[in-house]
């Protein structure tokens, strides 16, 4: 029997990879986010190599994440792996000069959409006593950086609730991962900056980034091993990044 992967954020950058990668390795697929015409084209496409539904909803709205995970067709219904993928930073400011809407969404999306997206899928594994569920985290849940305050807040709160995952699911038998990359050249500055994309662009320049794939290789990777090894934190760098804040830009 294939396994079904429920990930977030699908419509781009990780998640879509991810979809990808998975698709070819004959993972079934649902595949969420907002843009219901990314989604649409997603199905057509990898429909060819396994069986694909999608869900459009917004993770930071709790009814729709309900409602579209409760319309689910039934052979969709029972899902073996779920990747939390979905989330952006929006903005980079000084604490003092953030914008409050900016903070909202983050918060919205990346703490409080990861847990509602979860509520609704883990009554199942744990009544399986069975599943896997990958965070995606950054590197920004590891350390602050300037000008990252909410974003790294929203991130320390993956990294927390990856550990109060891991805690209370073990007697449930769900394994639970994080991954927490450094850069990775997809949409997410292009959304950081409003789609400023010379300003987007020069954050991936002068060094080789990584790329959606490469990530999703990874989570790959960390999904197939065999049940009882479960791979509890992953921090994954471009070689010519060293931290955060400090990147050999003439690599
Ligand atoms: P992208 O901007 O390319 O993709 C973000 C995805 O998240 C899109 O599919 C978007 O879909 C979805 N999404 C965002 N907000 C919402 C929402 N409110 N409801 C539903 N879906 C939403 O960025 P990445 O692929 O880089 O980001 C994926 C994850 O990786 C994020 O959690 C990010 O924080 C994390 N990350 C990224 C790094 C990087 O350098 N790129 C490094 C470390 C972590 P849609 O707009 O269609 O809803
Ligand atoms: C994305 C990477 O360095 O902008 O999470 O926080 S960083």
Known sequence: MKPTAFITGATS????????????????????????????ELQHK?????????????????????SAIKSLPKDFLHIDILINNAGNAHGLS????????????????NV???????????????ERNNGFIVNIGSIAGKEVYPNGNVYCASKHAVNALNKGMRIDLN????????????????????VRFKGDTEKAKSVYTGYKALQAKDIAEIIYFVVTRPYHVNIEDLVVYPTAQASATITNRNS
């Open 94 to 109: 000084t604490i003092q000069d953030g914008n409050i809407d900016d903070w909202d969404a983050m918060i919205n999306s």
């Open 46 to 66: 990898l429909s060819k190599l396994t069986d694909v539904t999608t869900l459009q909803f917004d993770v930071s709205k709790r009814n729709e994440v309900e």
């Open 13 to 40: 950058g990780i998640g879509k990879a991810t979809a990808k990668f998975f698709a070819k390795n004959n993972i079934r697929l649902i595949l969420c986010g907002r843009r219901a015409e990314r989604l649409q």
């Open 112 to 126: 409080k959409g990861l847990l509602y997206v979860s509520k609704a899928i883990i009554p199942q594994m744990v």
């Open 171 to 190: 007697k449930h038998n769900i394994r639970v991962s994080a991954i927490h990359p450094g850069a990775v050249e997809t949409e997410f500055s292009e």
